[in-house]
C-alpha cells in the first residue's frame, strides 16, 4: 500500500518532538518531499492516483481577523506574523514591528498571547543561550532572585543567572534590545474562567525576571468556590490566578517590586471595537473596549456587551484571536465557516481514500497530545478502511514515481529528508558558533543554494 501524507510548515515543528520526527522520515518505509506544495505544484486528484491513500495535515497557516475599524493601522500585527518573526520563519522575516512605544496590548487570553508578553518583557540576556553572572554589591542584590527588579542590570548586563535554550534569530534579538515596550496588557471578551492559556505558561509568567503581575483582585471574587467541582487543570490555573492576584508580597521584595518598571497584566470583558489612529491617521495611539458581562456558566459562557466602552492608550497592538486553515484544492471538501475539511474520524467526506488530520480536521485547538490523539484517530481510520476494503490496494499504485515526473515536468525540483539534514546541520554550526542551539536560516533561496538546488 502507498499512502501520502501532506505536512506543511514541517521544518520549524515544536522542538521537544524533532527526535521523533528524525526517526521517522529516517525509517525505509517513508519518504520526505520538501519544496513542494500541493494544489499548485500537484493537484490533490493527481495524487490520489498515484496513491492508495491520501491524509492531509497542513494545519491552519492563516490567521482570524478582529474584523473592526483601523485593524489595519501601523502598528497592528497578527500574533502569528510576529511569532514567525521573532522564530524565524521565512515568510515573516522582513516584518520589523515597531516596539517604540511603552504600552503594548494584546487581544487573547491564550498561549500564544502570553508567549508573546514573554517575549517582549524579557531581559534580553533572559532570551539569550547563555548568561554570565555579574552583580553590583547593592541591598538590591541581596533578595532571593526570583525578585530581582529589571533596575538591578541593564538589558546588556548584570543579570541573574540563567540557562535560556533559545534560537530567537539574531535580526530579533537585535530588534528587541532596542524595545522600549514596559507594559504589556493581555484582553480578551470573557472572564477568568475562560481563559484558553495553561497553567506551565501562565507560571512561567508570573516568575519572569524583572516584571510584575498586575491582576484586579475584584475580577476574582468567589472564584475559588466556583471552580471546587471543576476538572484539576481549570482549579489549578485559577487558583493560581486568584493567588497571584492577592498576594502581597514582603516588606522587602514590595520596596524592590516598586522599582520593577516592566507590567503586565490581564484584561477581562473587554472586546476590542476600534483601533484609533494618531492625528495623522497613520498608526495606533489606542483601542477602544467594549465592556462585556458573561451569559451562561464555566467554558460555555458568552460575551454579550453592555453598551459601555472604554479606550485604553497603546502604540502596539497583537491580535491573538487564534488561527485558522485554508482551502487547499477545489477538489478538496471545504467549510470556510469553520475552517476545516469536513470528515469523520478523519475520512474526508465524499472523497474515499482521502483523510485528513490535526487542526485542518478539528480547528486550531489544543497541544501537542491533543494533535497526537487526533492522529492516532485518523491513522486507525486508515487501517480500518484498508481492512475493510474500502481502500482497494489489489491495484498496484506508482507511488512517487508518478508525482515525480509531474514535478519534474512542471520544473519542480522536491528537496528530501537528507537535504533538510543538511540545512539543519548549517543552522546547528551557525549557531553553535554564536553559542546559540541554532542560527535559524530565513532565505529559502539560501537553503536551496546550500543543498545544491
Known amino acids: 500500500m502507498h499512502a501520502f501524507f501532506y505536512l506543511k510548515n514541517g521544518k520549524y515543528g515544536y522542538k521537544n518532538v524533532i527526535n521523533t520526527f528524525t526517526h521517522t522520515a529516517r525509517s525505509d518505509r517513508c519518504a520526505y518531499y520538501g519544496n513542494v506544495t500541493v494544489g499548485r505544484d500537484v493537484t490533490v486528484g493527481e495524487l490520489q492516483q498515484a496513491y492508495h491513500a491520501v491524509v492531509l495535515s497542513y494545519g491552519a497557516e492563516d490567521n482570524r481577523v478582529l474584523g473592526i475599524p483601523g485593524e489595519n493601522l501601523s502598528g497592528v500585527y497578527s500574533a502569528r506574523a510576529f511569532v514567525g518573526w521573532y522564530n524565524g520563519l521565512p515568510e515573516n522575516r522582513d516584518l520589523k514591528p515597531d516596539l517604540s512605544c511603552e504600552t503594548a496590548l494584546i487581544v487573547g487570553h491564550g498561549n500564544v498571547a502570553l508567549d508573546i508578553a514573554r517575549i517582549l518583557l524579557s531581559p534580553l540576556d533572559f532570551l539569550r543561550p547563555t548568561v554570565r553572572r555579574e552583580r553590583s554589591v547593592s541591598a538590591e542584590n541581596m533578595l532571593p532572585e526570583p525578585y530581582l527588579p529589571l533596575g538591578s542590570f541593564t538589558r546588556e548586563s548584570r543579570c541573574p543567572t540563567i540557562h535560556k535554550k533559545t534560537d530567537i534569530t539574531d535580526c530579533s534579538l537585535a530588534a528587541l534590545a532596542c524595545s522600549k515596550v514596559k507594559r504589556v496588557w493581555l484582553a480578551g471578551r470573557r472572564g477568568p474562567l475562560q481563559v484558553a492559556f495553561t497553567i506551565k505558561e501562565l507560571r512561567e509568567m508570573i516568575n519572569l525576571p524583572g516584571t510584575q503581575p498586575v491582576l484586579n483582585p475584584a475580577d476574582f471574587t468567589g472564584l475559588e468556590n466556583a471552580v471546587k467541582d471543576a476538572p484539576r487543570p481549570r482549579k489549578r ?3 493560581l490566578m486568584v493567588k497571584t492576584a492577592l498576594e502581597k508580597p514582603r516588606e522587602k521584595a514590595a520596596m524592590v517590586q516598586a522599582a520593577i518598571p516592566r507590567l503586565w497584566g ?3 470583558q473587554r472586546s476590542p471595537q476600534e483601533v484609533l489612529p494618531t492625528p495623522d491617521g497613520t498608526r495606533v495611539r489606542g483601542v477602544r473596549m467594549a465592556l462585556t458581562r458573561l451569559e451562561g456558566l464555566g467554558e460555555s459562557a458568552k460575551a454579550v456587551p453592555t453598551g459601555d466602552v472604554e479606550e485604553l492608550e497603546c502604540g502596539l497592538v497583537l491580535s491573538s484571536i487564534g488561527y485558522r486553515s485554508l482551502p487547499l484544492d477545489p477538489a478538496v471538501p471545504f467549510d470556510t465557516q469553520h475552517g476545516v475539511i469536513p470528515n469523520s474520524s478523519g475520512r474526508v467526506m465524499g472523497v474515499p481514500g482521502l483523510y485528513c488530520s490535526g487542526w485542518v480536521k478539528r480547528g486550531p485547538v489544543g497541544v501537542i497530545i491533543t494533535t497526537m490523539n487526533d492522529s492516532f484517530d485518523t491513522a486507525q481510520s486508515v487501517l480500518e478502511d484498508l481492512q475493510g476494503g474500502v481502500l482497494d490496494v489489489s491495484v498496484s499504485r506508482e507511488g512517487f514515481g508518478a508525482v515525480g515526473s509531474i514535478l519534474h515536468s512542471r520544473g519542480i525540483r522536491p528537496v528530501s529528508f537528507s537535504d ?16 546559540k542551539p541554532r542560527e535559524k536560516i530565513v532565505d529559502p533561496q539560501e537553503m536551496l543554494q546550500l543543498i545544491g538546488h
Do not use: P, Y
Not at 420 to 435: N, P
Open 420 to 435: 533538510w539534514e543538511k540545512i539543519d546541520a548549517a543552522e546547528v554550526a551557525r549557531g553553535k558558533a554564536a553559542g
Open 266 to 268: 490581564l484584561k477581562f
Open 237 to 239: 490555573l485559577t487558583e
